[in-house]
């Protein structure tokens, strides 16, 4: 019997997969889940934009590139107290993992890096998972983020690396995984997912879920992000994409890295009640939870509320606060 776990994925099989007629995708993708995941449970991760906009990387679909204009502008980086206040409020929301977003092309070590130091290991010690998305970094500065105590980082690949040059020129597909493995090599989880809608074609998108699986061992976290058209980037026109075609990526991700937590990650507000009924069905379990992304809007929180009231899901909890 082949394994559940696999890193030898090949490019047909995965192509395969995305070929399959929808019921049988989903029957694999919701056993592996059922197999793996308690079925009832979401994980609710709060964002928070530590640092906004002012970007110097041209990707093609981000609303905080300095070099479009999109109406994001450049600010300083937040300070620690404002932080900690979010990640508390997040808590008493109901999220149990924190993650914090910076705009930037990659960290420098110096007075705003120790800043982040800090609020990690203040949001660490309310009882939450703690997440960051800085850029790129170095061994070094990985090993200070786990000594602060941080729990994942967040690095996308975005697309297939054939894909990759038409959305992003300032920084290569092979420089993510390098901070991957930086990541991977300090003992922090990773989170690592991709964007659906930029044009790409099933192919690609076939090979962005290849890479992820074949990473040993696979991401603890994927987050598959639906494009947020933002005014003023490069693919504000893009065509959106069939919401079949995004539930297949999430179905995908789900049966390639079963033990992973997929997240429905951006894109939720332009997917029907329905849409996101079956991406949780499809294996989705986690979401963005409150009502800003890092800066475009996301279903409220008592919108969340109320599905999962009506599909009878709860949240998972957060780990209970030391006495
Ligand atoms: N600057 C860091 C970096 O690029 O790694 C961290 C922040 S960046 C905003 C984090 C991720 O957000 C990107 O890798 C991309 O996957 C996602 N993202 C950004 N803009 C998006 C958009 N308009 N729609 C969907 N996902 C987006
Ligand atoms: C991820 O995969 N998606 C999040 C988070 N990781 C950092 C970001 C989504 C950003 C959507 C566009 C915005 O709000 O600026
Ligand atoms: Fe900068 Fe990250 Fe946006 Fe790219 S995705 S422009 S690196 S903030």
Redesign the pocket.
């Known amino acids: 019997m082949t394994p559940d776990v696999r890193h030898d994925w090949t490019l047909d099989e995965v192509e395969a997969l995305f070929a399959l007629p929808f019921h049988e995708l989903a029957w694999r993708a919701q056993s592996l889940h059922r197999r793996h995941h308690d079925p009832g449970r979401v994980q609710l991760c709060t964002l928070s934009n530590i640092k906004r906009g002012g ?1 110097p ?1 041209d ?1 093609g ?4 590139a300095a070099r479009y204009h999109t109406g994001v502008k450049g600010e300083p980086l937040l300070a620690l107290d404002a932080v900690v206040d979010q990640a508390r409020r997040a808590r008493e929301a109901g999220a149990s993992r924190f993650c914090m ?5 990659q960290v420098r070590d110096g007075a705003a890096f120790d800043r982040v130091l800090e609020m990690v290991r203040e949001v660490n010690a309310l009882g939450l998972e703690v997440c960051v ?3 790129m970094l170095t061994d070094e500065q990985a090993r200070r983020l786990r000594e602060a105590g941080l729990t994942a980082y ?3 690949i ?1 697309t297939s690396p054939g894909y990759y040059g038409e959305v992003i020129t300032t920084r290569r597909f092979e420089d993510r995984l390098g901070t991957l493995r930086s990541v991977r090599a300090a003992g922090i989880t990773v989170c690592s ?3 659906v809608g930029m044009g790409e074609g099933v192919l690609d998108r076939a090979h962005m879920l290849q890479v992820l699986a074949n990473l040993d061992p696979h991401p603890e976290s994927v ?1 598959i ?6 005014p003023g ?1 490069p ?1 504000a026109d893009q065509e959106p994409i069939d919401p079949l075609d995004f539930l297949r990526t999430i179905a995908v991700a789900r049966i390639l890295m079963p033990k992973a937590m997929v997240r429905l ?3 939720r507000l332009s997917l029907s009640r329905e849409s996101r009924v079956l991406a949780y069905l499809l294996g989705a379990n986690s979401i963005f939870y409150g009502e800003e992304l ?1 800066t ?1 809007p996301n279903p409220t929180a008592d919108e969340d509320r109320a599905l999962f009231m009506d599909l009878g899901l709860a949240p998972l909890q957060p780990r209970p606060l030391a006495k």
């Open positions: 970007c990387e990707c679909y981000c609303p905080q977003g910076a705009a930037w092309r998305t800085l850029g967040n690095h996308n975005d997912g991709g964007i987050p992000n639906q494009l947020v058209r933002a980037t693919l990650a951006a894109g890092l475009t």
